[in-house]
């Protein structure tokens, strides 16, 4: 009689794309490990969080630099990562005000088979959860692998994921999934077009997560829960550019439900877990790239 499978017990299982940003700037040209879903991962592994990653890289120089990267800081790249394919790549223009914009050569393919860990909270988002074919297996993995919350941030890329018509339910049907969900006012502005974040947050809740949250730029974040909805004020800081922010205020938001979960979730509780992320991304977009910090860096 054959013994039952054994997983190993993580923090956190990330489930997304790990690419190769390639930066131009006015300074010329730069290759910086990239990818939303690895860079959660990576904000994580810096705050000391267990945290695996399963992505889709090639066996080739591009895909050893991001594992190395990442295992730099703490993240464990799933063997099953690996592919012959060769490793996506996205291009990364930076506007005078230090925004980005971007290009993708991105393969995302996912095996279904059962995971080899047992995580505490799955994440995922971005082209992850859009580009067909992987994506189809990203929602299977989210419900069987048995997490105690799932979160989820779509860091919308229109020019990957087809028009608004095709992602919307493809949205919704992830955020299902999920216990929490962040995203940005440009997501939301793309999703649900006209409709305030007040309104965005509302509309999320009511499909099933038990906390939400936008990051508003300049403005800072608005977070729900429940009934009520709190407004976080931005981390004044000197801005170098923003590539990283949405991620390590996702990697905080994750931290902070390892500690306190999202059942139950006070006002109180909602505004110490928003004005934690805020922070945390003011430290990325005061330096260049996407540095996230580490816990001693946010508290």
């Not at 974040?197 to 509302?202: G, M, N, R, T």
Request: include cysteine; charged fraction near 20%.
């Amino acid at each position: 009689m054959s013994q039952p499978r054994v997983m190993d017990a993580v923090d956190v299982l990330v489930i997304g794309e790990a690419l190769i940003d390639v930066v131009r700037s006015p300074g010329g040209d730069a290759e910086h490990v990239g990818g939303s879903p690895a860079n959660v991962a990576l904000g994580l592994g810096r705050l000391g969080v267990d945290v695996s990653l399963l992505t889709c890289i090639g066996r080739d120089a591009r895909g050893t630099a991001i594992a190395e990267h990442l295992a730099d800081s703490g993240v464990d790249v799933l063997e099953r990562s690996y592919s012959d394919a060769a490793t996506s790549t996205a291009i990364a223009t930076l506007a005078a005000d230090g925004s980005a914009s971007y290009q993708f050569d991105v393969t995302w393919r996912l095996s279904s088979a059962v995971l080899p860990v047992h995580p505490r909270i799955v994440h995922t988002g971005s082209i992850a959860a859009f580009l067909a074919p992987g994506a189809v297996a990203v929602r299977e993995h989210l419900a069987s692998v048995g997490a105690d919350e799932i979160t989820f941030d779509p860091n919308v890329r229109p020019a990957l994921i087809g028009s608004r018509e095709q992602a919307l339910p493809v949205f919704e049907q992830t955020a299902r999934l999920a216990s929490v969900v962040k995203l940005s006012d440009e997501d939301a502005e793309w999703l649900y077009p006209g409709a305030g974040p007040a309104e965005v947050l509302e509309r999320i809740l009511a499909l099933g997560p038990r906390l939400a949250a936008i990051t508003l730029g300049g403005a800072g974040s608005m977070l729900a829960a429940g009934d009520f909805a709190v407004e976080v004020p931005v981390t004044a800081v000197d801005v170098v550019d923003t590539i990283g922010a949405g991620d390590t205020y996702m990697a905080s938001l994750i931290d902070s439900i390892l500690a306190e979960g999202t059942d139950g979730l006070t006002r109180d509780a909602v505004e110490r877990i928003g004005r934690r992320a805020s922070r945390a991304a003011a430290v990325t977009v005061s330096r260049a790239g996407a540095d996230l910090p580490t816990r001693a860096e946010i508290g």
